[in-house]
């Protein structure tokens, strides 16, 4: 049987969307045409935030405006508050996340309906939300007293103080705000197509985003960021090379290389390969930045492979302090600002996503009764 070219949905175009566009072969990012290397470090998370779901770079009024609409909308409802400590206990940050925010949906004012507005206010709800409910599940599982989140902060600081628990260097600030940005949106990924499916049965926004977690969890997508750290601390510092030609040998993959969509660099690594040098070197031990570099080149000679946004955004996350199976939730908050956006999207132009299968099983089977076969 010869092998199906649109496997996995290869080249397959899904869904019409005006929130991001990938030139694959230029390397190149676009959300709602604003390239990329335009926003990152210069737009705030919140400005992005608001891009995709209102449509439009905010004014500084709009940016007020929404700003005071994240702070109102990111108190947690009784549900998530009466479980996070036994959920923070028992589950892993993506099954816990997974869990809360369908807890989540039970409190939520705007729960039974799916027009636009009511979409929107729900988007900033879970934009808001989603990273409180990692502070809050880190904090009930590590027995401590959580930070308040700082409504004079932005999401990135607060986010770094409650996970870390000191007030953040404005710098790293700066660079896990642009992380944010960086992992905002990405067209049909696995997770945001997960989303869509889910809305497009016109069921609501907190199922197609409980959808999308549990497909970003899978390392072979979000997953991969947190197996990149792992991949990093189990090997020696002079043995990288030696370690990726086992691995490859051994027929396995190298977490954080690869893409289905981009042939050449992913222009997010291009920016989070410097964040990790630069972090790195104020960190005073740059070596798992070193090792990331030599393990791309080594990739590169071996495989011809590219780091994804996985890659670098590992050695990032590991040097702002995030710890290690929160890299896979932190890709969430930014994430939950696209998987949102386009659940919006999909509701105002619905129809059901319900592609075709190649059948390869056995035809004209004779039926025999049981007591016969
Ligand atoms: N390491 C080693 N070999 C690889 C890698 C890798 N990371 N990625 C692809 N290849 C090889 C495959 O083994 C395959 O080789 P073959 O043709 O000789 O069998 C070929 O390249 C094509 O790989 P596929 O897995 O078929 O490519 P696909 O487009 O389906 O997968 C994917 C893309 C899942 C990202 C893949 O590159 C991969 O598994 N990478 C590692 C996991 C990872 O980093 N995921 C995060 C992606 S970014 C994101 O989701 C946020």
Same mark, same amino acid.
């Given at each position: 049987?010869?092998?199906? &070219?649109?496997?996995? *949905? ?19 990012? !676009?959300? +709602? ?26 004014? +500084? ?12 909308? +990111? ?6 508050? %009466? ?19 369908? *807890? ?18 729900? %988007? ?6 989603? &990273? ?45 705000? %642009? ?13 945001? !197509?997960?989303? +869509? ?9 907190? /199922? ?39 691995? *490859? ?5 190298? @977490? ?10 992913? &222009? ?6 410097? @964040? ?15 090792? /990331?570099?030599? @393990? $791309? ?16 955004? %590992? ?29 919006? $999207? ?28």
């Amino acid at each position: 049987m010869a092998d199906n &070219p649109t496997k996995g *949905l290869a080249d397959v175009v899904a869904a019409s969307t005006a929130l991001s566009d990938i030139d694959g072969r230029a390397g190149r990012l !676009f959300y +709602r045409g604003y390239d990329i290397h335009d926003l990152a470090g210069r737009t705030s998370f919140e400005e992005t935030a608001h891009l995709l779901q209102h449509g439009t770079l905010p004014t +500084r009024r709009q940016l007020a405006d929404y700003g005071a609409e994240l702070v109102r909308g +990111r108190e947690l409802g009784a549900l998530v508050q %009466a479980n996070i400590d036994e959920i923070a206990q028992t589950q892993a940050p993506m099954e816990a996340l997974r869990t809360l925010v369908s *807890l989540a949906s039970a409190d939520d004012p705007d729960k039974d309906s799916n027009e636009q507005d009511a979409n929107r206010r729900k %988007a900033a709800r879970l934009t808001a939300q989603q &990273p409180l409910l990692v502070a809050r599940y880190h904090a009930a599982r590590t027995g401590v007293t959580p930070r308040d989140a700082d409504p004079a902060l932005s999401i990135a600081a607060n986010f770094l103080l409650q996970i870390t628990g000191s007030e953040p260097d404005p710098r790293a600030v700066e660079i896990f705000d %642009a992380c944010l940005v960086l992992h905002a949106d990405h067209t049909m990924n696995a997770s945001t !197509f997960a989303a +869509r499916v889910c809305a497009a049965t016109l069921s609501d926004m907190h /199922s197609a985003i409980v959808a999308a977690i549990g497909t970003l969890k899978g390392p072979l997508h979000g997953g991969a960021n947190e197996q990149v750290m792992r991949t990093l601390e189990g090997i020696p510092a002079d043995g990288v090379a030696q370690a990726v030609r086992d691995k *490859l040998g051994r027929g396995e993959k190298i @977490m954080g290389f690869g893409h289905r969509v981009y042939k050449t660099e992913d &222009p997010r690594a291009t920016h989070l390969r410097k @964040m990790s040098q630069e972090l790195g070197e104020a960190s005073g031990d740059d070596t798992y930045y070193r090792m /990331s570099k030599e @393990m $791309e080149e080594v990739v590169f000679a071996e495989k011809g492979l590219y780091p994804n946004v996985d890659f670098y955004a %590992a050695t990032v996350y590991h040097y702002l302090g995030i710890p290690t199976d929160l890299f896979t939730p932190v890709f969430s908050v930014s994430r939950m600002s696209g998987w949102t956006a386009h659940v919006i $999207e999909q509701h105002a132009d619905n129809r059901l996503i319900r592609p075709d299968s190649e059948y390869i099983g056995e035809r004209d089977q004779k039926w025999i009764p049981i007591d016969e076969r």
